[in-house]
Nanobody, 125 residues
Framework: HVHVAESGGGLVQPGGSLTLSCTVS????????MGWFRQVPGQGRERIIC????????YVSDSVKGRFTVSKDDAKKALYLQMNNLKVADTATYSC??????????????????WGQGTQVTVSS
């Protein structure tokens, strides 16, 4: 049984920072491409940043370039999203996903892959 869970969301002021975590169980985390996505109610899911199974960046959205970084810890089966200089426009539910295939160099592609339920990030003064 695969389980993906995000944590670390919350309320932060504009210009602030936040780190999200994603833990995965039930699959070979170290051989999976991983990605972070976000969604605002009434809008489609936005792909924001992805890494290959080796940890190399495969995609970074222009909307977060220079502000967000991602890292992973294979031993802990964890993915992290460091968000700096947050803006009101970053307010969304953030989800992480593991690719359905192993050893992929792309991003997880919905509806395929393994997805968490998401964690809410609200940027407001």
């Amino acid at each position: 049984h695969v389980h993906v869970a995000e944590s670390g969301g919350g309320l932060v002021q504009p210009g602030g920072s936040l780190t999200l975590s994603c833990t995965v169980s039930g699959l070979t985390f170290e051989s999976r491409a991983m990605g972070w996505f976000r969604q605002v109610p009434g809008q489609g899911r936005e792909r924001i940043i992805c890494i290959t199974w080796t940890g190399d960046y495969s995609y970074v959205s222009d909307s977060v370039k220079g502000r967000f970084t991602v890292s992973k810890d294979d031993a802990k089966k964890a993915l992290y999203l460091q968000m700096n200089n947050l803006k009101v426009a970053d307010t969304a539910t953030y989800s992480c996903a593991a690719d359905a295939q192993t050893y992929s160099s792309g991003c997880p592609s919905p509806p395929f892959g393994y997805w968490g339920q998401g964690t809410q990030v609200t940027v407001s003064s």
